[in-house]
């Protein structure tokens, strides 16, 4: 569950990084 959630948050990061 948690690792879900930094996957996802990780993935906004390197989106918003882009």
């Known amino acids: ?3 879900r959630a930094s ?3 990780r993935t906004a990061d390197c ?3 882009r």
Request: charged share 45%; glycine share 0%.
């Open 1 to 3: 569950m948690k690792t």
């Open 7 to 9: 996957l996802k948050k």
């Open 15 to 17: 989106k918003i990084v």
